[in-house]
């Protein structure tokens, strides 16, 4: 499956941008999907995750309560909607897709290495 990522861009803090996350292909459904993110200097690190029909949703406490994650399975695409923007928010965020059926009542989703594809990144830049 192909990912590509789409919706970044300049906000300023408090600020909202959308991103959306368009897969290829017509086993969209059957993969878990994850948004995770990169600073520079920094690891990639997790920020949501939804199992594959939808529904128990997975955040980071970093962005709990100011991001939220959904995805239209007819539309092949997840979406991350990002609320509240901190400048520490910037980074380039990818989406991701999980072959695994993934345990959303523990840690996994949140593991970089559970996911088998990834999209090249759309850039979010948050101004103080």
């Known amino acids: 499956v192909q990912l590509v990522e789409s919706g970044g861009g300049l906000v300023q803090a408090g600020g909202s941008l959308r991103l959306s996350c368009l897969a290829s292909?017509?086993?969209?459904?059957?993969?878990?999907m994850g948004w995770f993110r990169q600073a520079p200097g920094k690891e990639r690190e997790f920020v949501a995750a939804i199992r594959r029909s939808g529904g128990s949703e997975r955040y980071a406490d970093s962005v709990k309560g100011r991001f939220t994650i959904s995805r239209d399975n007819a539309k092949n695409t997840v979406y991350l909607q990002m609320n509240s923007l901190k400048p520490e928010d910037a980074a380039v965020y990818y989406c991701?897709?999980?072959?695994?059926?993934?345990?959303?009542?523990?840690?996994?989703?949140?593991?970089?290495?559970?996911?088998?594809?990834w999209g090249q990144g759309t850039q979010v830049t948050v101004s103080s």
């Open positions: 292909g017509r086993t969209f459904s059957s993969y878990g």
């Open positions: 991701a897709a999980a072959r695994a059926k993934l345990n959303y009542s523990g840690s996994s989703p949140a593991r970089v290495f559970e996911y088998d594809y």
